[in-house]
């Protein structure tokens, strides 16, 4: 099974995704509780599936940063975000799906392995660039980091071998040059 010809860099910029649904949204909003709550119900109101969510702390005290992966019709996107902008606690609300941006996401695999198979899962791992993070007697753990899709390839050779267990952060970025987040 080879792997999809992928750039194979700490992190690419940003493409457009393998699925066209998939958006990339940046949500800047004030750090107080229930936030994310209001946020996501904006989402599930509508029907708008999340792939993955990130919230983090802002360069600025109070504020957080949500990275929001999600897939669905872009006319109700629309919608989603103006929806977004006029909430209390949020700042602003930018789609960056196909902007210029800096992408990058990071997972652990725990693979079940024995020696015997060990070889060419360093070989895969060295391949994407991907760290062994705690070798056992019948596992290794990776850590990969990357585009989305790299992740996805890398993970997509290792299963045959057995993934005992897959944790992905999820989407994080930030848009290229002078343009906001």
Do not use: W
Not at 11 to 23: C, M, Q
Not at 48 to 54: A, D
Not at 77 to 98: F, P, R, W, Y
């Amino acid at each position: 099974m080879a792997a999809p010809d992928l750039e194979l860099t700490d992190s690419a910029p940003s493409e457009p995704s393998l699925r066209k649904d998939l958006h990339t949204i940046s949500v800047y909003v004030t750090d107080k509780p229930g936030v994310l709550v209001r946020v996501a119900l904006v989402f599930s109101r509508r029907g708008y599936n999340i792939e993955s969510l990130v919230v983090s702390p802002s360069a600025q005290g109070g504020f957080s940063r949500m990275t929001i992966t999600c897939s669905g019709d872009p006319e109700i996107l629309e919608q989603i975000i103006k929806q977004l902008s006029k909430l209390v606690d949020v700042v602003n609300a930018l789609d960056h799906t196909g902007d210029a941006a800096y992408e990058t996401e990071i997972a652990l695999v725990k693979i079940d392995c024995s020696l015997s198979q060990r070889t060419e899962i360093l070989q895969i791992a060295e391949h994407y660039g991907a760290k062994v993070v705690d070798y056992a007697q019948d596992s290794l753990m990776l850590r990969i980091f990357g585009s989305s899709e790299k992740l996805d390839a890398c993970v997509a050779l290792l299963r045959p071998f057995g993934i005992e267990e897959l944790v992905r952060s999820g989407k994080i970025l930030m848009a290229r040059g002078q343009r906001a987040t």
